[in-house]
């Protein structure tokens, strides 16, 4: 099975409602989807957002990172040579990890596809259902109140509310949300780097002295302080998790070595696909540190490459925060990962099992 074409597409899908962080606001899903061909006549998919707050990522970056640098050096190369493509794609570019990431999904879709097996038992295997949280966008307390009381009528068992924006309404909104779920839910926070150091902890104590437990919080602080990280780590008791601190496994192994965090979160689109996204993985079982398997705001095409992952790496991925598809309006995936509220499930069939997207927009080649 030998690559013969890469081709893209956008793929376009409204959120249920919009959803909103400390960085920024989102109400559709506008997606690049990579279309990887073969001469056997298979097809991989892969999917990027443009996260450019994040990753630096645009929808023009991605494609032109991938039309350019890594396509050409993939054309030709035998799909069963898995390690040697993605090393081919790691070293195209520099940064870009968004269009690595989906050019490595798909590829690891062919791979699944080639010995006619699901990946995640190309993986390793595991348990085929997993459970996920739900985010609760930044908002006025009331409104975040009701999302989080709706999420749990759904089914929702852990919920990661958005906070960040101001500390003292941070802190009341979080009271008022456990007060609301109390021993139906627990909660994750999530400041999206909007906190400073010492902001966190006096937040964080606060809370610990009111009473509210909480599961984790996510990136406190901002992504290069890694003092700061460490800092409320060494302040509060509830974990500290690192999301836009952590890209590759070297950032892991810094943090691991100061002890700057507790819990480690993998998304695909920092890692720059599946292959890093697996040493990540390894490298906190090694340590013993915790990780949780996050996404971007993506549908169920990459979602699902996250999916297969966090089955296969259950033993150190512990916690999962794979809700974009529930944040979708509608799933524009026909086969693929199943994705029923709260619970995901992933069928047998070869690779990541996606059969066609709808509604996909097909991109004309960018000029050189």
């Excluded at 109140?145 to 802190?171: C, M, N, T």
């Excluded at 400073?196 to 984790?216: I, M, P």
């Excluded at 990540?280 to 915790?290: N, R, T």
């Amino acid at each position: 099975m030998k690559i013969t074409d890469i081709r893209f597409g956008m793929l376009r899908v409204p959120l249920k409602t919009p959803f909103k962080t400390a960085l920024r606001t989102v109400d559709t899903v506008e997606d690049i989807v990579v279309t990887v061909h073969t001469d056997t006549g298979h097809v991989g998919y892969g999917e990027a957002p443009a996260t450019a707050v994040i990753t630096g990522d645009t929808h023009g970056s991605i494609v032109e990172a991938i039309r350019k640098f890594i396509s050409p050096r993939l054309i030709g190369q035998e799909i069963a040579n898995l390690n040697r493509i993605t090393g081919l794609i790691q070293g195209a570019i520099e940064k870009n990890s968004s269009a690595k990431a989906a050019v490595e999904i798909a590829v690891y879709d062919l791979w699944g596809q080639l010995y006619g097996a699901p990946l995640y038992k190309m993986l390793g295997g595991g348990d085929p259902v997993i459970t996920t949280d739900l985010t609760i966008s930044v908002d006025y307390i009331e409104k975040m109140v009701a999302d989080s009381i709706a999420a749990v009528d759904r089914g929702f068992e852990s919920l990661k509310i958005k906070v960040g924006k101001d500390i003292g309404v941070d802190i009341e909104r979080v009271k008022a949300i456990y007060a609301a779920v109390e021993g139906r839910a627990l909660l994750r926070l999530d400041a999206n780097q909007g906190w400073t150091a010492k902001q966190a902890v006096y937040a964080l104590q606060t809370l610990e002295d009111a009473g509210v437990r909480l599961e984790l919080v996510e990136q406190p602080v901002k992504a290069q302080d890694l003092d700061g990280m460490k800092y409320v780590t060494d302040r509060v008791h509830t974990p500290i998790m690192a999301d836009e601190s952590v890209f590759g496994p070297a950032e892991v192994i810094d943090l691991i070595r100061m002890r700057a965090a507790d819990i480690i979160n993998i998304k695909l689109m920092k890692t720059g696909g599946l292959s890093k996204a697996i040493q990540i993985a390894d490298i906190c079982a090694m340590y013993g540190v915790e990780c949780m398997i996050g996404c971007m705001i993506e549908t169920s095409i990459s979602v699902a490459a996250a999916v297969h992952l966090a089955v296969a790496k259950s033993n150190v991925i512990t916690k999962v925060d794979l809700d974009g598809p529930s944040l979708c309006a509608f799933n524009p995936v026909d086969g693929g990962v199943i994705f029923n509220e709260s619970e995901i499930t992933v069928t047998d069939a070869p690779g990541l099992g996606i059969r066609e997207i709808r509604g996909l927009e097909p991109l004309a080649p960018m000029a050189a």
